[in-house]
């Protein structure tokens, strides 16, 4: 199959890109919307999703500026030998490397970000996340000697050049990876939350939700991972159709990862679902299942009859609530430990 120019690819690239950038940032403005709307977000939780969102989306806006600058000093302000093609194909070249350099930085924050998702759902664990993170270093590493390399390559050669091609792959094989790995490991907590919670109440109370939940992680993830993957098979073939694909990913990086903040406003993300079902302190959480809550209303009004002449563990025994983990409610809700009860002690705790 014949590679297509290399002034067309970068064209493309930037025609793809700016439409991209677009969804981007029509994402971004629906972000700082549900993060500034949102009063009963937890302050400390709400900062650091919005240094991710403006760290990704103010990469993004340079990429674009810088590739544009790039395409400028190929078509309009070039004026040496081989015209636009001669200038795109300078690997050394200060502009080129720049952008090589937003790339990676981007991807770094993405998969960053995947990994400390995966940190969170899987409670502070650092056993889980050991290798996604060694991954993610040795992937930073491949990055910074690639652009050193390029720099040192003072004649004409594109990204798939000799000297390029084993930083790159085994970058994008690292990057898809970790997607691979922090995906799957998401997908597998829920799925063994969905276990445990079919087994401690006798039904499924939260299996929609968590269905719900699995395929949302798996949309949103789905979208980085495959324009990866595309761009790692485009290298191995040394495609120029990589030069487009590569741009792409700057881009769907930040919308992917403003998509799952959409999500969560919505309450149907995988951790949300994942920390309420397994009985984790979340303010927001408030889509229990009905028979727990008219259990817990049923067993308040029993604890507190005045007329009762039972003590207050027999008035505990006699409550027909099933046995169930920590009943977490809305933040302007108490909720009551009924284990403490039964040593006759009230423990009330906001949340």
Not at 96 to 125: F, P
Not at 146 to 162: C, D, F, G, R, Y
Not at 304 to 330: G, I, N, Q, Y
Request: aromatic share 8%.
């Amino acid at each position: 199959m014949e590679n297509i120019p290399i002034d067309i690819a970068v064209l493309s690239g930037v025609l793809v890109t700016g439409m991209l950038y677009g969804v981007h940032l029509v994402t971004f403005g629906k972000v700082l919307w549900v993060l500034f709307s949102k009063t009963h977000s937890r302050q400390s939780g709400r900062v650091h999703l919005m240094i991710a969102t403006l760290l990704l989306f103010a990469v993004g806006t340079a990429y674009i500026a810088v590739t544009f600058r790039h395409v400028l000093d190929a078509f309009v302000w070039y004026t040496g030998p081989g015209g636009p093609t001669g200038q795109l194909t300078q690997i050394s070249n200060k502009v080129l490397n720049m952008v090589s350099i937003l790339y990676i930085v981007q991807t770094s924050l993405g998969d960053g970000m995947l990994i400390y998702r995966c940190y969170i759902v899987y409670q502070g664990n650092w056993n889980v996340v050991f290798l996604p993170i060694t991954l993610w270093v040795a992937c930073v590493v491949l990055g910074g000697f690639q652009v050193h390399t390029a720099l040192t390559i003072h004649e004409v050669a594109l990204l798939s050049t000799s000297e390029l091609v084993p930083f790159t792959t085994s970058a994008l094989s690292m990057t898809l990876a970790v997607n691979l790995i922090t995906t799957s490991l998401i997908v597998g907590k829920i799925w063994l939350i969905q276990r445990q919670s079919r087994r401690l109440f006798g039904s499924d109370p939260g299996g929609r939700m968590l269905t719900r939940a699995i395929v949302i992680v798996v949309e949103s993830g789905a979208m980085y991972t495959t324009a990866v993957f595309v761009f790692f098979v485009l290298d191995l073939c040394s495609s120029n159709v990589e030069y487009p694909v590569g741009q792409c990913v700057v881009q769907i990086i930040g919308i992917a990862f403003n998509l799952i903040i959409i999500r969560v406003d919505q309450g149907r993300t995988a951790e949300k679902t994942a920390t309420r079902l397994a009985g984790a302190p979340n303010k927001r959480s408030t889509a229990l299942p009905q028979y727990i809550r008219k259990s817990t209303s049923e067993s308040r009004r029993s604890l507190s009859d005045p007329d009762s002449t039972m003590s207050l563990p027999e008035r505990v025994h006699s409550c027909d609530a099933k046995p169930v983990l920590p009943v977490v409610v809305d933040s302007s809700s108490t909720i009551m430990d009924i284990s403490a009860l039964e040593s006759g002690k009230t423990t009330l705790d906001t949340v």
